[in-house]
Structures are given as structure tokens and as C-alpha cells.
């Protein structure tokens, strides 16, 4: 995937110079930043610089003091966009990442959304914090999760008359009452979901035979790489926010998207979006999905 630096304002990002000059910026003059002793002769911390509200570039570090000289080893530079999109979810597992060397600090989050039983994979934000909270036995609460975009584009709308809706919203939820039923051992269920399932599947099939996959596709949210949790995005725009890169000037979006009933916040550069958005279109892109875990 491109730089996810890209989707909040550093389009030239790419040039090794620029690279090492947000770096330095950041790491000698951060708007905050936390550490953790990982043991005595380890710190871990994060380094963050507001680029525009909410927005960040961020910085994972390792300070490693077993030389007469501490060594700093910069684990990542990447986008950090404050994920404020709640999920309810079930069966949360944080595993690290086995980057081969066993130097990395960088964390990933398996989860489950209650409603849709949809799997989700995402790059933890709060590693630091999670680390302490994990010292303390506290166990996660919440997640929220944030998209952020390496490339998108503005789709028009499917026109649905009042009786379409009202059979997909039925729809939805008689396959949320079978996956709930599922959940709760009923053997039965898994039979009627098999069966919901070929039956949708034979359908899709059918409609695109003679009409166009997006007029099928109202939305989806697909997984594209699980070790770099990317996903391939398709939703109608409920919301349009602006920022500014204080540091480009370069505008980003932030949408609010509806991914058939999954709520879902995307950003992306201007530069990296094709077509005008507004509200009630729809937004396909690749995003890097990122966010935080609640621990209580």
C-alpha cells in the first residue's frame, strides 16, 4: 500500500529527504508524547505532531540503553488520525507483529462486530497505552477504528424506492437474528444461514448478468491484505469534513461513511480523490484501517 502519509496532506511523501525531514520535525519538536519502560534497560515511546485537528504524524521508538551509547530505533512514521467511530464488537485478541527480527512494537486487533459477526483487523493506534492498561489487568471495553485512504473514488448512488429499502433493512435484520440465534448454539440457524446465503449469493449472480456491479453493490468492506489490515471500501457518504496540513496546506476529507450498517470514518487527501463528494454519493477506495482499544 502507498504511504499512508499520503491520505493526510504528503503527497510527495515518496522523496527520501522529505521523509527524513518530517521525522526529524517531529521527533525534536512533538505536540505529545508517552513511553513505557519495557524493562530496564528498554523504553518504548510515541512521538506525535498535530498536522490539523485530530490528525497526527506519528512515531514509535525504541530506546534501547544496554551500550554505553543508547541506541534509538524508529520503528514506523505513519499517519495517525484520532479514531473516533465506536464499535460494538466481541472476542477482542491484540497479537503483536512478528516483523522477523524481533525488534517491532507494532500490534494488531482481531475482533468481531456484534451485529454483522463481521471480522475485523486492525492496526492498534495506542500501543503505549495499551501496554500500561495491560499491566494493570484491565481488559478492553470498546474499540474504534478509522479508515485511512491511499486512493478513492466518488460513485454515484443506487436509487431505491420506499418498498426496496424496506425489503433490505428486513432483510438485514432477519440475517441478525440468525446469526444471534447461531451464536447461541442454535444448530438449526447455521442451516437457515447457509441457505440465506446461496440463496443472496444465486441472486447476485443473476442481477449481474445484465447490470452493472456497482448498481448491484450498495456497499461492501473487504478485506485486501489481513497482515497490513487493508481493506477495499464501498459506502454512502453520510458526512463531509475538511482539514488543512498545517505544514502542506494540502486539504484532506473525512467522511462518515455507512458500509451497509457498519459505521465507518474515512480519510483521504484531495489530491488522492477522484470526482466531487457530497453528501448522499458513495465512496470506493483502499484503506488502511487503524484505531484504539478502550481498556477498563
Known amino acids: 500500500m502507498e504511504s499512508p502519509l499520503k491520505a493526510i496532506g504528503f503527497t510527495q511523501v515518496n522523496e527520501k529527504e522529505m521523509m527524513e525531514d518530517i521525522l526529524e520535525e517531529l521527533l525534536s519538536n512533538p505536540t505529545k508524547q508517552e513511553a513505557i519502560q519495557l524493562s530496564a534497560k528498554q523504553i518504548l515511546a510515541e512521538y506525535m505532531k498535530e498536522i490539523a485537528e485530530n490528525t497526527y504524524v506519528m512515531a514509535r521508538v525504541c530506546v534501547n540503553k544496554s551500550s554505553k551509547e543508547p541506541k534509538i530505533q524508529v520503528f514506523s512514521c505513519d499517519a495517525y488520525v484520532e479514531a473516533n467511530t465506536a464499535l460494538d464488537v466481541e472476542d477482542v485478541e491484540v497479537e503483536g507483529f512478528d516483523d522477523g527480527d524481533g525488534g517491532d512494537q507494532s500490534y494488531y486487533v482481531v475482533c468481531e462486530e456484534r451485529e454483522t459477526a463481521m471480522q475485523i483487523v486492525f492496526w492498534l493506534q495506542n500501543v503505549v497505552e495499551y501496554l500500561e492498561a495491560r ?101 454512502e457518504i453520510l458526512e463531509i469534513k475538511e482539514r488543512i496540513n498545517n505544514q502542506t496546506d494540502e486539504k484532506m476529507y473525512i467522511f462518515s461513511l455507512d458500509v451497509n450498517d457498519l459505521n465507518l470514518e474515512v480519510v483521504i487527501s484531495q489530491r488522492e480523490l477522484i470526482g466531487m463528494p457530497s453528501v448522499g454519493m458513495r465512496f470506493m477506495g483502499t484503506c488502511w484501517i487503524q484505531g484504539k482499544v478502550i481498556m477498563s
Open 135 to 235: 499491566k494493570k489487568n484491565l481488559t478492553c471495553s470498546q474499540v474504534n477504528i478509522v479508515g485511512i485512504a491511499s486512493e478513492g473514488t466518488i460513485v454515484l448512488p443506487i436509487e431505491k424506492d420506499e418498498e426496496e429499502e424496506q425489503i433490505e433493512k428486513e432483510e438485514r435484520e432477519k440475517l441478525r437474528l440468525i446469526l444471534q440465534q447461531m451464536k447461541n448454539g442454535d444448530e438449526e440457524a447455521k442451516e437457515m444461514l447457509e441457505k440465506e446465503e446461496k440463496e443472496l449469493d444465486d441472486q447476485l449472480k443473476e442481477r449481474l448478468r445484465e447490470e452493472d456491479f456497482l448498481s448491484v453493490m450498495s456497499g461492501y468492506f473487504i478485506p485486501e491484505t489481513i497482515d497490513e489490515a487493508t481493506y477495499a471500501v464501498l459506502g
